[in-house]
């Protein structure tokens, strides 16, 4: 019964985002802890506090009267917090779809954890994947070990917990893209993949990482071959509209529809509204328990200016992909059945 009260919130709010623009998706920063330490992260300090229970609840209830239908919880790693299962039920019970990131290490997923989580009513668990195999500098791969998986499949069977990987496409593993399209159709395993977007571009003139022209070519490569095995059947699940247009973005800038601030609204952990988690993780200064309705009406966030800045410097597989489905609400729907 819960899961028809989510789909009917999920079906209205869309309806209503026809007309006037609201967070559909609403992200949420629980932590800024990580037990990793990836030399490309950005997440350094571990002794950050963490937004209190009833601060994250608050949130929750906020997003709800806005309209929003899918609350995503975002770290740092989120299951990290011992009240994490919690935080999801607290969602689940006001019938919000409930959504994690996490890079799924050192028993981050469990089978103790999934369990709870999937008791808690959590809807969609992506794992963050560089690699299959090892990567210098990054300890978020399976190291050739498919247990993590296997728990996923045994939660799904228990819980109806669904679950996807994601690799973003960095220079540093574009080699094991191969390879997680391998697992992903011995295993079933539904896939994303994004460019990546490098934090220092939107200070700079130039696009940095797409500059360098085999760099470009590199991924260019790997595009293509995801677009082919997608065609083929793989369970990639990025629409084939967000490989094509990466092809178009790594030619040259490329202007993309982005509902950051909009339709789709990103917390930080001091309860500030972020410009955009990628720029930086700057803050508009505004708080996230004092805006309306009227903050989307009005276009408060800045969204047209800040695009103007940004836009043909990232392809944020988040930005786009929000974006797309919000517009084509029926893809949204079978994007979801099949992950």
């Given amino acids: 019964m819960t899961m028809v009260k989510k789909t009917q919130k999920l079906v209205t709010s869309f309806v209503k985002s026809q007309f006037q623009p609201l967070p559909l998706w609403t ?39 806005l309209g929003s239908s899918i609350i995503a919880f975002m770290g740092g790693e989120p299951t990290l917090r011992k009240d994490f299962p919690d935080l999801v039920r607290f969602a689940s019970q006001r019938n919000l779809f409930t959504y994690v990131t996490s890079h799924g290490q050192r028993k981050s997923l469990s089978e103790q954890r999934l369990a709870q989580l999937g008791k808690a009513g959590l809807n969609v668990v992506e794992v963050s994947l560089d690699g299959y195999g090892a990567i210098e500098g990054s300890d978020k791969t399976l190291k050739g070990d498919e247990s993590l998986i296997e728990r996923l499949e045994q939660a799904k069977k228990e819980y109806g917990l669904k679950y996807k990987g994601h690799q973003v496409l960095a220079p540093s593993n574009l080699d094991e893209t191969p390879k997680l399209v391998e697992l992903s159709e011995k295993r079933k395993l539904p896939m994303t ?147």
């Fill in 193 to 339: 993949f994004g460019l990546v977007t490098e934090f220092g571009a939107f200070n700079l003139e130039r696009r940095t990482v797409y500059d360098n022209p085999e760099t470009n070519e590199k991924i260019k490569q790997t595009i293509r071959f995801l677009l082919e095995r997608k065609k083929t059947g793989a369970p990639i699940i990025n629409t084939v509209a967000y490989f094509e247009d990466a092809l178009r973005f790594l030619d040259g800038p490329l202007r993309w529809d982005c509902d950051i601030g909009t339709y789709m609204i990103q917390v930080g952990t001091n309860g500030k509204i972020f410009k955009c988690s990628k720029y930086m993780k700057l803050t508009t200064g505004t708080n996230f328990l004092d805006i309306n309705s009227n903050y989307f009406k009005n276009g408060q966030h800045g969204s047209q200016e800040l695009l103007a800045k940004c836009n043909d410097k990232c392809f944020s597989a988040c930005g786009y992909n929000t974006s797309y489905l919000r517009r084509n609400p029926l893809t949204f729907l079978k994007t979801i059945s099949s992950s």
């Fill in 27 to 65: 992200h949420l920063w629980i932590t800024d802890k990580c037990n990793l330490a990836c030399d490309y992260c950005e997440v350094v300090d571990n002794k950050s506090n963490n937004p209190s229970k009833y601060d994250v609840e608050s949130w929750i209830t906020h997003a709800d009267d």
